[in-house]
Antibody, heavy 119, light 109 residues
Framework: QVQLQESGPGLVKPSETLSVTCTVS??????????WAWIRQPPEKGLEWIGS???????FYKPSLKSRVTLSADMSKNQFSLKLMSVTAADTAVYYC???????????WGQGTLVVVSS | QSALTQPRSVSGSPGQSVTISCTGT?????????VSWYQQHPGKAPQLMIY???ERPSGVPDRFSGSKSGNTASLTISGLQAEDEADYYC?????????FGSGTKVTVL
């Protein structure tokens, strides 16, 4: 059974870059059946899909976030990462990493990590 | 990129059935089978309840069922139980990206 564990800085200053990493266990990031995604949830609000990537290098982004988001992976560590530039308080959220099964809407979730944007 | 539309809240007594609607467009919900539903208890990560419109993962009680008609998907909870009280979100693939619903709070009276 796959396990996804997010890690992040906890606190980021406005205008800086938010970076969070997901460590995958119980599966390989190189598994061609899956896409690896990021989803966030501001406090007391709903879920927002940010983007996903495949080990082949294919990436997909929510259009409104695309200009600020970079998704990458370190296959040697079985990790993938999210960088979000020029953050504001509106980017304060729990950030979840997720595994999406290709050809399906089936999805596994990590436990999430809270990132607060504040000076 | 607007969120899919869900009712803010639904409620029912134990044993009753409740249905949550999720309305999108012909570009997302109405376009294909990639519709899923998630249950989220406070402070917890979402849990997959239904995927591909009607499929239920192993371990999810069969009182949870999904359906779709046109641009609207639905989640029905039959035989409501106290532990079903939670937030529920739908999710659909759109044009190369996923969109979530606005969320529905289910209250067990």
């Amino acid at each position: 059974q796959v396990q996804l564990q997010e890690s992040g800085p906890g606190l980021v200053k406005p205008s800086e870059t938010l970076s969070v990493t997901c460590t995958v266990s119980g599966d390989s990031f190189s598994d061609s059946n899956y896409y690896w995604a990021w989803i966030r949830q501001p406090p007391e609000k709903g879920l927002e899909w940010i983007g996903s990537l495949h080990h082949r290098g294919d990436t997909f982004y929510k259009p409104s976030l695309k200009s600020r988001v970079t998704l990458s992976a370190d296959m040697s560590k079985n990790q993938f990462s999210l960088k979000l530039m020029s953050v504001t308080a509106a980017d304060t959220a729990v950030y979840y990493c997720s595994r999406e099964l290709g050809g399906s809407s089936r999805r596994d979730w990590g436990q999430g990590t809270l990132v607060v944007v504040s000076s | 990129q607007s969120a899919l539309t869900q009712p803010r809240s639904v409620s029912g007594s134990p044993g009753q059935s409740v249905t949550i609607s999720c309305t999108g467009t012909s570009s997302d919900v109405g376009r294909h089978k990639y519709v899923s539903w998630y249950q989220q208890h406070p402070g917890k990560a979402p849990q997959l309840m239904i995927y591909d419109v009607t499929e239920r993962p192993s371990g999810v009680p069969d009182r949870f069922s999904g359906s779709k008609s046109g641009n609207t998907a639905s989640l029905t909870i039959s035989g409501l139980q106290a532990e079903d009280e939670a937030d529920y979100y739908c999710c659909s693939l759109g044009d190369m990206f996923y969109v979530f619903g606005s969320g529905t709070k289910v209250t067990v009276l």
